[in-house]
């Protein structure tokens, strides 16, 4: 089963110099005795999936980033959803829940070593310049 790692590189290697000790480096690696026979089906059914979306949606959402990471921070408060269909029904308390629900996703993706790791399939310097647009 493949392994995300992060960080771990310490500076052991000669052909890979980082004054950072590799903070924020991630990189897979494959063990063939990992992992139970569930998380196994899990990881199964992920490819499945993207196997059969591959056309329509390009990017594997992280799904096996996202079982591991689960798996290592997993989030033990259940919170209730909030359904709004019009401006009447937001109060201060679904706008505090949505965001206590919206903190404890993004803790549950982070890793260790405080990093969100994660595939990203287009130009990064795109981002700012619509930042600015937008603002």
């Given at each position: 089963m493949w392994k995300l790692k992060l960080s771990e590189g310490d500076g052991s290697t000669s052909w890979l110099k980082s004054v950072n000790n590799?903070?924020?480096?991630?990189?897979?690696?494959?063990?063939?005795?990992?992992?139970t026979p569930e998380e196994l089906a899990e990881v199964e059914n992920a490819?499945?999936?993207?196997?059969?979306?591959?056309?329509?949606?390009?990017?594997?959402s992280d799904l096996l980033m996202r079982?591991?990471?689960?798996?290592?921070n997993p989030c033990q408060?259940?919170?209730?959803?909030?359904?709004?269909?019009?401006?009447?029904?937001?109060?201060e308390e679904?706008?505090?829940t949505v965001l206590r629900r919206a903190l404890r996703f993004y803790s549950t993706l982070q890793a260790e070593d405080g990093f969100w790791p994660g595939d990203y399939g287009g130009p990064?310097?795109?981002?700012p310049g619509l930042v600015r647009f937008i603002h």
């Amino acid at each position: 089963m493949w392994k995300l790692k992060l960080s771990e590189g310490d500076g052991s290697t000669s052909w890979l110099k980082s004054v950072n000790n590799h903070i924020g480096r991630q990189y897979w690696e494959f063990d063939p005795n990992l992992g139970t026979p569930e998380e196994l089906a899990e990881v199964e059914n992920a490819r499945d999936a993207f196997k059969k979306n591959r056309f329509e949606a390009k990017q594997s959402s992280d799904l096996l980033m996202r079982l591991q990471l689960a798996k290592d921070n997993p989030c033990q408060i259940k919170l209730p959803e909030v359904k709004v269909r019009s401006e009447e029904d937001i109060t201060e308390e679904g706008v505090a829940t949505v965001l206590r629900r919206a903190l404890r996703f993004y803790s549950t993706l982070q890793a260790e070593d405080g990093f969100w790791p994660g595939d990203y399939g287009g130009p990064l310097f795109l981002l700012p310049g619509l930042v600015r647009f937008i603002h």
